[in-house]
């Protein structure tokens, strides 16, 4: 079986806060555990990659990363391992919880933006939120 190079795959980057959900949106999409996941905020320490086939698209690298939130003692080294993805992405999908979309998030937002690369928010953990959530507050936050 031939196999595309991973330098000529669409590398789509997980980007988030810390325990937004970034490995288990990975795993899901995968369809099998690639990424350790946990409640314990700083899992992911290194980036993970995950060269598949994503129907229609073809060929991809997933690639999983710490929060560029993390506060813990290794944080600032876990960020600066993630911030070095942006070199590395073609393509951002930027996980938020539910209909938080906050300062942070937009400033992923203009980081990609200023190096021309497309941004695809996803509302992670919509389950979480309260009884009575509508669509349309998904909706309005994705829209700022």
Known sequence: MKTTPKSLRLHIALFGRTNVGKSSFLNLVAGQDVSIVSS??????????????LLPIGPVVFLDTAGLDDTTTLGEKRIGKTEKVFDRADVIV???E???VTEFEKAVE???DAKKIPVIRVANKA?????GATCMSLIH???T
């Open 40 to 53: 314990h905020p700083g899992t992911t320490t290194d980036v993970v990659e995950k060269p598949m086939e």
């Open 94 to 96: 930027l996980l938020h």
């Open 98 to 100: 539910g209909d938080r």
């Open 110 to 112: 203009a980081k990609a």
């Open 127 to 131: 389950d979480l939120l309260p009884v």
């Open 141 to 143: 936050c994705n829209s």
